[in-house]
């Protein structure tokens, strides 16, 4: 199976707040690339938000088999709100963020089955506040072609999606070109056959 070159985050870090029978829910979501990222966000909201009763969260990063995760309950009942947070990461396939849900206790318990819905509801909310974005891993190749094969070269490029991020005319032409991973050899192919073997690429 290939390895894969696409995955879906959240566009933009987000908050929201709800309050249930006078309990408030605070949900916080940050991209992060690594699990020790996350870690450092979770510290800094818990220093800030110091008076809190509750910092509950999940957080997924990595890809494919290389996803690493972690939830807490943060001394809520067993699994009423780091897993059912974490379920909502995982159900939309997300990666590479963390959700935080901070909770002000008020007074008023809301049983196990409340409290999952909570924790699960903050959670899906503060994701729809950030948005969804699907993000390509991409690889950068350098080639150097002639000037007559400059045009067609570059309709191939931008025909598979790629864009040429340097460029450099001089006695040759120089060009840099990123492109998603899962393209990278059909590109190659593409320009080798397009100039008759006259692009040197890599």
């Known amino acids: 199976m290939e390895t894969p070159d696409s995955y879906q985050t959240i566009k933009n870090n987000a908050e ?6 006078a309990s ?20 800094n909201i818990r220093k800030k938000y110091y008076d809190a009763t509750h910092h509950c ?15 807490s309950d943060d001394g809520e009942p ?4 780091g897993k059912p947070i974490y379920d909502r990461l995982e159900g939309q396939n997300l990666t590479n963020l963390i959700l935080i849900v901070t909770r002000y206790y008020g007074g008023t318990k809301l049983g196990t089955g409340g409290l999952t819905h909570a924790y699960s509801d903050t959670a899906r909310l503060v994701l729809e506040e950030a948005g969804i974005l699907e993000k390509f891993i991409t690889e ?6 002639q000037f007559t094969d400059y045009s067609a070269v570059e309709r191939a490029i931008v025909q598979l999606g790629g864009k040429i991020v ?18 990278v050899e059909k590109l190659n192919n593409s320009l080798i056959d397009l100039t008759s ?3 040197k690429i890599g």
């Open 140 to 145: 950068q190749i350098p080639m150097i072609l």
């Open 166 to 183: 340097e460029s450099d005319f001089s006695d040759i032409v120089k060009l840099t070109v990123q492109i998603r991973l899962s393209l």
């Open 197 to 199: 073997g006259r692009i």
């Open 16 to 21: 929201i707040e709800i309050k249930i029978k």
């Open 57 to 71: 969260f999940a957080y997924r990063v990595g890809m494919g088999k290389e996803i690493i995760f972690r939830y």
């Open 78 to 81: 067993s699994g009423t709100a």
């Open 24 to 43: 408030k829910f605070i949900g916080r979501v940050f991209s992060c690339q690594a699990a020790d990222e996350a870690v450092s966000i979770l510290e």
